[in-house]
């Protein structure tokens, strides 16, 4: 093998070699500490999120899901598919604070629900952010303990939602921000509407763009894709 060709592999992950799976063991990120906004009108923003934490258990570090808003409705079965591999992955864990339906619309479902349900999600987010500070994130956590020992990231879905829609107040998203350790990463995932006030709170801003979405030929939520 020629110098170069060495000089190659070694800049390439692994070494040009295949990776494979390894057995998932507690483990401490090196560079974790960022907070990420994942907004915009398409598809993929949780998913997106979901993908994240999921590498990031793979890597034996704790995660912590945390979903606003999402509280069913009719297109959607009551178990979602997130949930049951979240279960079967060690170190990552979830919980919802939705309730049924959706804010604002004709569903059956009473605003001022949404509202209470959007207020404890958000001093739930405040717990775990402190929970967080007082943890040791330089070092392995339990991947089967209370998300109360803390966390390495810590992902709001749909918090963005919230606060668009008026429910929790953008100055409590960005004191949410402010409180996080500096070890923790923070994701924060929702809105259709660019969330400018977190420009100058925000190391990755992500702006999901619809080109085309099935919902507009009438095709109703999958199992398997959207829950």
Known sequence: MSDDSENVLESTPGGGRTPEAERIEPAAPEEFGLVQVWWGDGKGKTTAALGMGMRAAGHGYRVHLLQFMKGGASSVDAVRGEYN????????????????????????????????????????ARELLAAADDADLSAPLDLAADPESGVHMLILDEVLYAADRGLIGEDDVRELIDAKPDDLELVLSGSHEEPTYLEDRADLITNVRKVRHPIEDGQRARQGTEY
């Open 85 to 124: 591999a979240i279960e079967a992955l060690p170190g990552m864990s979830y919980e919802n604070l939705g309730h049924y339906g959706w804010h604002g619309m004709a569903d059956g479902s009473e605003d001022a629900d949404h509202q209470a349900e959007a207020e404890a999600g958000l001093e739930r």
